[in-house]
């Protein structure tokens, strides 16, 4: 029964609910501090509305290896960064507080990160990019469908790119093949041998 019980706790998939109503920032707060101790779960909040969105292996699965290439780009090319992962990113005067799969400063430390990743298993989300236009995030990375969409921001809104304006000599097709190859240390070696030709040519 106990093993039963396990092996169904690790496979649930990532699921999102967003609350029926308007909710003042207080109450949001109120909300996420009842919310504190759960693992597992992501809330995000826009103009008084609140999303709920449990994380399953799928989803932290894609996020990790994105992660982990996209630092392997980096170290690989002498691009200094600074990874801060899912750090909150909020601002109560703009009515949003939400949190990023990945996030990285590239250079030094702002206000905010200037590249931040969201993996979306399911549908069902508010509008995935008001959330980063308000905090002005400069490049967006949105992993849906085994394929990745880059939105960079213009002046008073994104507009999808066909290669990163952060990473222009990263191959964003490769990255996508390496993250959906069943083997971590193949892939590892693929996109390496790639960002090494880069530093020679």
């Known amino acids: 029964m106990t093993a039963q019980l396990l092996e169904e706790t690790v496979t649930l998939a990532e699921q999102r609910l967003i609350l029926p109503g308007y909710y003042s920032w207080e109450q949001f707060e109120a909300i996420e501090s009842l919310m504190a101790n759960s693992s597992g779960l992501r809330i995000t ?35 200094e960064y600074i990874p801060v992962g899912s750090a909150t990113r909020r601002n109560r005067a703009k009515d949003v507080s939400f949190e ?6 590239i250079g030094e430390k ?4 200037n590249l931040a990743v969201e993996v979306t298993m399911t549908s069902g989300s508010t509008n995935k990019l008001a959330k980063y236009l308000r ?3 400069p490049e967006v990375w949105f ?6 969409d880059v939105y960079g ?19 964003l097709e490769l990255l996508v093949r390496c993250v959906l190859m069943p083997s971590r240390i193949e892939a590892r070696s693929l996109f ?5 030709s880069n530093l020679v040519n």
């Open 45 to 79: 909040y826009l103009d008084g509305w609140i999303e709920f969105m449990t994380l399953g292996e799928a989803h932290e699965t894609i996020s990790c290896l994105l992660n982990f290439l996209i630092q392997l780009y980096f170290c690989e090319m002498g691009i």
């Open 100 to 105: 990023p799969d990945e996030s990285y400063y």
């Open 110 to 113: 702002k206000e905010h990160p």
């Open 135 to 137: 905090l002005r995030i």
């Open 143 to 148: 992993w849906e469908n085994n394929q990745l």
């Open 153 to 171: 921001l213009r002046e008073d809104n994104y507009e999808q790119v066909s290669i990163s304006e952060l990473l222009p000599e990263l191959d």
């Open 192 to 196: 390496r041998e790639f960002c090494r």
